[in-house]
């Protein structure tokens, strides 16, 4: 199977607060994670990403976490502003052709 | 940063009718690719390219789509047929590689068929 399951679909959070979001992948060859945000509007802009050599990978902000055994990976942000209100969708690439497989998304509100 | 372009913006074709979307990859990339995403939903791949070829196609790229890049100009993604399901946006991506780099996406072109 190649599908990314991504939860919640739905985030709201108090400015100043932690926002994470969670997805699971069913292919166990996948090597390469990367995480969206994407405006109304505009295109998807890669945050961070996560490669199969790796658990723990942390900027500006932002940590992503990779659980290979668990076939899990996370995004966590820290100090949530209003600015960060916007889809975010995680990925994985188990294909050797370079395709990427998305889940559904997740809609963060941070609440001023 | 790499800009992926996409023309137009926004389409609306009559169903049935023959509809051509254009990409400008990023300069020095070599593999390209075409997404769907119907409103709120996620992204879903269609179709990877390299070298003049299709690399590998999802099940919705459908009889009715075809892709190319003639000579280095835009990568195209045809419909013709077009149908009403077709309705959504399409977003093109390029990467360098295909194993490990970013993958730069383009701000899509959103096709409406009536």
């Known amino acids: 199977g190649e599908q990314v399951e991504q939860l919640p679909s739905i985030l709201r959070v108090q400015e100043g607060s932690s926002a994470s979001i969670n997805c699971t992948y069913e292919n166990s060859a996948s090597n390469y994670f990367p995480w969206y945000k994407q405006e109304p509007g505009e295109n998807p802009k890669l945050i961070i990403d996560i490669r199969s050599n790796m658990e723990r990978k942390q900027t500006q902000g932002l940590i992503v976490l990779l659980d290979k055994k668990a076939k899990r990976f996370s995004l966590h942000i820290t100090d949530t502003q209003p600015g960060d209100s916007a889809m975010y969708f995680c990925?994985?690439?188990?294909?050797?052709?370079?395709?990427?497989?998305f889940g559904a998304g997740t809609q963060l509100i941070v609440i001023p | 940063g790499p800009k992926v372009l996409q023309i137009p913006s926004h389409q609306i074709i009559d169903m049935g009718q023959m509809v051509t979307l254009n990409c400008d990859p990023v300069?020095?990339?070599?593999?390209f690719y075409w997404y769907k995403q119907i409103l709120g939903q996620q992204m879903e791949f269609l179709v990877n390219?390299?070298?003049?070829?299709?690399?590998?196609k999802s099940k919705l790229f459908k009889d009715q789509f075809s892709v190319e890049r003639p000579d280095g100009s835009y990568f195209t993604l045809k419909i013709q047929p077009t149908a009403l399901e077709d309705s959504a946006v399409y977003f093109c991506?390029?990467?360098?590689?295909?194993?490990?780099?970013?993958?730069?996406f383009g701000k899509g072109t959103r096709l409406t068929v009536v």
């Open positions: 990925a994985a690439r188990g294909s050797a052709l370079g395709r990427l497989h």
């Open positions: 390219f390299y070298n003049g070829k299709v690399m590998e």
């Open positions: 991506a390029s990467s360098w590689d295909r194993s490990n780099t970013e993958v730069f």
């Open positions: 300069s020095n990339h070599l593999y």
